[in-house]
């Protein structure tokens, strides 16, 4: 069973540069399907690590996800930026993943 969270963040795409709404897939925190916005409070599973779930120190994380563009459809990276557990920023960037199509 795969668990996330997620977040709708509007932005641009970095690849073809269209504006539009991303769900970001992120995976901090207790795990529940929950939709995060900018500013909300991140739960943290109690007596975990952090790889876990559990509480970074001082509730300060930089968060990996991912996305995709629903235009160009292309995957992308997505950083997410917490401190003092609060859901802080969001970026998404391209990390050109190699894939067999490139090579
Ligand atoms: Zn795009």
Redesign the pocket.
């Known amino acids: 069973m795969s668990r996330y969270n997620y977040m709708n963040i509007t932005k641009k795409?970095p690849?073809?540069?269209?504006l539009?709404i991303f769900e970001i897939f992120t995976y901090f925190g207790r795990l529940n399907c929950i939709n995060f916005e900018i500013g909300d409070k991140v739960i943290w599973e109690k007596f975990n690590s952090v790889s876990k779930g559990g509480r970074p120190d001082n509730g300060d994380l930089l968060s990996l996800g991912w996305t995709e563009?629903k235009?160009?459809?292309?995957e992308l990276d997505a950083r997410i930026d917490i401190k003092n557990d609060i859901v802080c920023s969001v970026d998404i960037f391209n990390s050109n993943h190699s894939t067999d199509d490139e090579k």
């Open positions: 795409c690849l073809c540069n269209k539009g563009c235009n160009c459809e292309c």
